[in-house]
């Protein structure tokens, strides 16, 4: 059996149907075997990253393993950001990438490049993937594989990275083994039973408890069994940015995402001043969620962190880790025990979610009586034109923001965002990786400077009838950096605004230019008009002018608590909802 066969015949069998890449010279066996395997396509990018990102939404979409390609050198290079947003995110991606032949190699040690486009990407990709290999003999293949895919797969997920030769590629594998049997190392059960039974006595003594939810609970079985916990025990659910899709924007125990500087005003008062007792699932708790100032969060309260990763644990919140109890299992486990416990029928707390209730209610009010936050009314509006997506990736940037505030999420539907690597060009590319894991029309949100950086797969969505709905909010400025130039760089622009080195094209004529069906509208037209351009078949982009000095509102100012967000709520609302 061909090398390559094999490789594409294994990834089939574990679930990956659709492969992300660009065709090169030493690629090309992988992509031959893609192409005669009749369970498997093809997806060409028009650069290396974008097949990357999209493999990242192929992943998010459907919670399992996703795999993207590239030639050597450059090509491979080009994968990088892709690669390392999948690791930092925790997500299982196969990257695969074509080399020189070996017996090109010269073996002088220090010689700076052995022959045309080869380059040591083993090591430039370590750093970011949990496992990463340069076969050098055809019979290395089987076990290296395997083991590649189960280090990707288990445990804190992640990448891999196969590194290909050519030779190697149109080799023969003369015995073939799709699966190998691997030690388990992160299913402790005394851990597990030691944590369940820890947080169900904090529950039964706790007065205010919330539950924190991270993207670390990444079985959607848990996550359903964490949102029935709640519901049955009446805890308010409290998200990270890249877990707020699990809970529908409705559901009753919702109470938005945590975040240090743009968190919802409510969720960041609920758990920092709040509450009594944190139970934290998969949930990293840095300073991006927590603010700066880490001892100072949630500090009369009970930490109980549950994570996978022995690392993010090694981090105290509270100082010198006083009243915190920590975990290191996978959160599935300790999930599958509560499910299991007995608590009492008045287990309940309606009248801390009464106190929730109201916090939301009055810090909801606030925001919406801002008139800055007027891009939150119109993301409300594009979630009621979206209501048919499978899942909506979005961009970094200000609307990044506005949406996670915002976006109103239904049961079902993912929204898909570049967490720890936050990289700009993310959303379209993702969303193409989602359509193709859900077989569902999909959408992307996206800045007019983050759409620039992957706008030529607008010809991918073209070359394959995508429906997608692209969403370009153009305000003519990086809009987050340039709100910070104004509070700390003396209103200077640089390298953000119209005259100062940015600037934004015509996106309703490039995407026509493309063949795409595309609309121009402003930012108050975006609830009556968006939803007739909206409806229909197809790939469709929808862009919105928008003024060049938009904000993201409410922003934690540096050295502020978290839960006092500019722009400030009235005196008297604040210490009441203090009070409470």
């Not at 399992?64 to 450059?74: L, N, W």
């Not at 995402?257 to 840095?286: E, P, Q, T, W």
Request: hydrophobic letters at 40%; one cysteine or more; proline letters at 4%.
């Amino acid at each position: 059996m061909k090398l390559t066969d094999y490789v594409v015949a294994f990834l089939e069998k574990k679930g990956i149907q659709d492969f992300f890449g660009y065709q090169g010279t030493m690629i090309a066996h992988f992509v031959d075997s893609i192409e005669k395997n009749p369970e498997t396509r093809n997806h060409s990018c028009y650069n290396e990253q974008g097949a990357s990102f999209a493999a990242c939404g192929y992943a998010q979409s459907k919670n399992d393993c996703g795999c993207a390609y590239a030639t050597s050198g450059p090509g491979a290079v080009n994968l990088l950001s892709g690669v390392a947003n999948a690791y930092y995110d925790s997500l299982p991606v196969v990257f695969i990438t074509g080399q020189l032949n070996t017996y090109e190699y010269s073996g002088i040690k220090g010689l700076r490049q052995q022959g045309f486009q080869e380059i040591d990407i083993v090591s430039m990709a370590a750093p970011v993937t949990k496992y990463a290999v340069h076969i050098r003999e055809p019979e290395d293949i089987v076990k290296e594989l395997n083991k590649a895919y189960h280090i990707a797969t288990t445990g804190r997920k992640g990448p891999v990275l196969i590194d290909l030769p050519m030779n190697i590629q149109r080799s023969e594998v003369e015995n073939p083994v799709y699966d190998m049997e691997f030690e388990e190392e992160h299913t402790d059960p005394a851990v597990a039973a030691q944590a369940a039974d820890a947080v169900c006595e904090a529950i039964r003594k706790a007065q205010r408890p919330v539950i924190m939810m991270g993207h670390g609970v990444d079985s959607k079985d848990s996550q359903r069994a964490l949102l029935r916990l709640a519901e049955k025990l009446e805890i308010p659910v409290i998200t990270s940015v890249l877990a707020k899709s699990v809970v529908p924007y409705d559901h009753p125990m919702n109470f938005g995402c945590i975040g240090g500087a743009y968190g919802h005003r409510y969720a960041n008062m609920i758990a920092n001043v709040k509450s009594d007792l944190l139970i934290c699932f998969g949930i990293s708790l840095c300073t991006r969620q927590i603010g700066t100032k880490v001892n100072e969060f949630a500090k009369d309260a009970q930490l109980i962190r549950i994570d996978i990763d022995s690392y993010n644990l090694q981090r105290d919140i509270h100082e010198n880790g006083v009243n915190e109890q920590k975990f290191c299992v996978d959160t599935a486990s300790v999930i599958e025990r509560l499910k299991k416990a007995a608590f009492a029928e008045d287990e309940g707390r309606k009248d801390w979610v009464v106190v929730c209730d109201e916090i939301k209610n009055n810090l909801e009010a606030v925001d919406d009586n801002t008139p800055e936050r007027y891009p939150n009314i119109m993301v409300r509006d594009l979630s009621r034109c979206l209501t048919d997506t499978s899942a909506i990736a979005v961009d970094v940037g200000q609307h990044m923001v506005w949406s996670y505030q915002s976006f109103m999420n239904h049961k079902g539907q993912s929204l898909l965002f570049s967490g720890g690597h936050g990289a700009m060009g993310y959303a379209l590319p993702a969303a193409i990786g989602a359509y193709y894991a859900t077989g569902k029309p999909v959408a992307c949100i996206c800045g007019d400077g983050a759409f620039q950086m992957n706008i030529q797969e607008l010809q991918w969505v073209k070359r394959e009838n995508i429906p997608i709905k692209m969403i370009v909010m153009n305000n003519g400025a990086l809009g987050m950096i340039r709100h910070l130039q104004r509070d700390y760089f003396d209103c200077l622009f640089a390298g953000t605004s119209d005259g100062c080195g940015f600037s934004s094209c015509d996106f309703h004529k490039v995407a026509q230019a493309y063949g795409i069906e595309s609309a121009r509208m402003w930012s108050d037209e975006v609830g009556e008009k968006a939803p007739e351009f909206l409806q229909g078949e197809g790939p469709k982009l929808l862009e919105i002018t928008m003024e060049h000095g938009t904000f993201a509102y409410p922003k934690t100012c540096l050295g502020e608590p978290i839960h006092n967000q500019q722009p400030y709520a009235p005196k008297d609302v604040y210490e009441k909802l203090m009070e409470l």
